[in-house]
């Protein structure tokens, strides 16, 4: 039985938990339930995270492996990265889930995050991997721009969730997830209008749904928002099964969330998302909804074109039922690279025995 070193975004997100959950099951299911997967934080504390000259020598002694992501570890600064330790590394690497996006200047034009990873870091940790596997894209663009070779886009794990029961039952509520504007990366401009695009939001999913919405914190940060808005109530969620629940059980999901939309397409709930960087609109585009998407930066009334899709719900379910192929085909090829992990694992375990 293998142990592998999982290095991954650990900030207080639920979203965060949500990637890895799924992640630790993709990859539970082809080394099996009883390998001891040990969550590893990506960013440095006073004790252990990242790729330090510490940690990286645990994994050589302790790690068959190691697996980075899922999540956005080539920007928000969300993993550390000592060159001199990850060069030092020895234990097979694979990146699965990882992904990189642009976000929107004043002039509303797609640029590199100032928080980015630097490219020769992006080089040396693809170049430790056996497996890269990225979440859309954009991401795999970025990596080959960068001259990185293999690249596989696998989708990110939370697609591969398991689908609701045919007997599931819908609850009444409307979650409405939600992001503190000033932590969106858009013009000042549209950091207000989020503001007021969620205050009429809410009045119009009021009054069609009636008194059934409830505003999803999914970062400790979003609590501050909600409580912009006392006379809707605040549901946080610190524990991801909870948070799996009520997305399974809401009749319908409206989100600034990307990951309440793509858990929302694996079970099979109503869900409608706003993108509003690179990050979002890129990998809804590869999960196939593209069409669905309510883009931020070139909608002129977001309230207004979030209703229509909720009004058009066959829609939805048309163009989720079109996007199953390529989804299918992303977990297969996430199954097959997470095969060959394996069996890179299995080959440096027999050579370390044998030394």
């Given at each position: 039985?293998?142990t592998?070193?999982?290095?991954?975004?650990?900030?207080?997100?639920?979203?965060?938990?949500?990637?890895n959950?799924?992640?630790?099951?993709?990859?539970?299911?082809?080394f099996?339930?009883?390998t001891?997967?040990?969550?590893?934080?990506a960013l440095?504390?006073?004790?252990?995270?990242?790729?330090?000259?510490a940690?990286?020598?645990?994994?050589?002694?302790?790690?068959?492996?190691?697996?980075?992501?899922g999540?956005?570890?080539?920007?928000?600064?969300?993993?550390?990265?000592?060159?001199d330790?990850?060069?030092?590394?020895?234990?097979?690497l694979?990146?699965?889930?990882?992904?990189?996006?642009?976000?929107?200047?004043?002039?509303?034009?797609l640029?590199?995050?100032?928080?980015?990873?630097?490219?020769?870091?992006?080089?040396?940790?693809?170049?430790?991997?056996?497996t890269?596997?990225?979440?859309?894209?954009?991401?795999?663009?970025?990596?080959?721009?960068?001259g990185?070779?293999?690249?596989?886009?696998g989708g990110?794990?939370?697609?591969?969730?398991?689908?609701?029961r045919?007997?599931?039952?819908?609850?009444?509520?409307i979650?409405?997830?939600?992001?503190?504007?000033?932590?969106?990366?858009?013009?000042p401009?549209?950091?207000?209008r989020?503001?007021?695009?969620?205050r009429?939001?809410?009045?119009?999913?009021?009054?069609a749904y009636?008194?059934?919405v409830?505003?999803a914190?999914?970062?400790?940060?979003?609590?501050?928002?909600?409580?912009?808005?006392?006379n809707?109530?605040?549901?946080?969620?610190?524990?991801?099964?909870?948070?799996?629940?009520?997305?399974?059980?809401?009749?319908?999901?409206?989100?600034?969330?990307?990951?309440?939309?793509?858990?929302?397409?694996?079970?099979?709930?109503?869900?409608?998302?706003?993108?509003?960087?690179?990050?979002?609109?890129a990998?809804?585009?590869?999960a196939?909804?593209?069409?669905?998407d309510?883009?931020?930066i070139?909608?002129?009334?977001?309230?207004?074109t979030?209703?229509?899709?909720?009004?058009?719900?066959?829609r939805?379910?048309?163009?989720?039922?079109?996007?199953?192929?390529?989804?299918?085909?992303m977990k297969?090829?996430?199954?097959?690279?997470?095969?060959?992990?394996?069996?890179?694992?299995?080959?440096?375990?027999?050579?370390?025995?044998?030394?």
């Open positions: 039985m293998a592998l070193f999982c290095v991954r975004p650990a900030t207080r997100n639920i979203g965060n938990d949500l990637i959950h799924a992640a630790s099951e993709l990859v539970s299911s082809v099996g339930n009883d001891a997967l040990v969550t590893i934080p440095e504390d006073a004790h252990f995270g990242g790729f330090t000259k940690q990286v020598y645990d994994m050589n002694r302790l790690a068959d492996g190691v697996v980075v992501g999540g956005n570890v080539f920007e928000n600064g969300q993993l550390t990265v000592d060159p330790a990850l060069e030092a590394l020895r234990v097979p694979m990146l699965i889930g990882v992904s990189h996006g642009r976000i929107y200047d004043t002039d509303r034009h640029v590199d995050r100032t928080d980015a990873m630097p490219p020769d870091v992006i080089r040396q940790l693809a170049g430790k991997a056996s890269i596997l990225v979440r859309d894209r954009a991401s795999q663009r970025m990596l080959e721009d960068l990185v070779g293999t690249v596989e886009l990110c794990p939370s697609l591969f969730l398991s689908p609701n045919p007997d599931q039952a819908a609850s009444d509520r979650l409405f997830s939600i992001r503190h504007p000033a932590r969106m990366s858009v013009p401009e549209l950091q207000w989020v503001a007021d695009d969620v009429r939001l809410l009045e119009a999913l009021e009054r009636g008194p059934t409830a505003l914190c999914h970062d400790y940060k979003d609590i501050e928002f909600a409580k912009g808005f006392p809707t109530p605040l549901l946080y969620f610190d524990g991801v099964e909870r948070y799996m629940k009520a997305l399974r059980q809401c009749r319908l999901s409206v989100t600034y969330r990307l990951h309440a939309f793509l858990p929302c397409l694996s079970f099979g709930t109503p869900s409608v998302h706003v993108s509003y960087d690179e990050r979002g609109s990998m809804v585009a590869t196939g909804m593209a069409a669905w309510v883009d931020l070139r909608e002129r009334d977001v309230v207004a979030v209703m229509q899709r909720t009004a058009d719900l066959v939805y379910w048309e163009l989720r039922s079109a996007a199953q192929p390529a989804i299918a085909s297969a090829t996430s199954v097959a690279a997470i095969r060959r992990f394996a069996d890179a694992v299995t080959g440096y375990a027999r050579q370390r025995a044998a030394a």
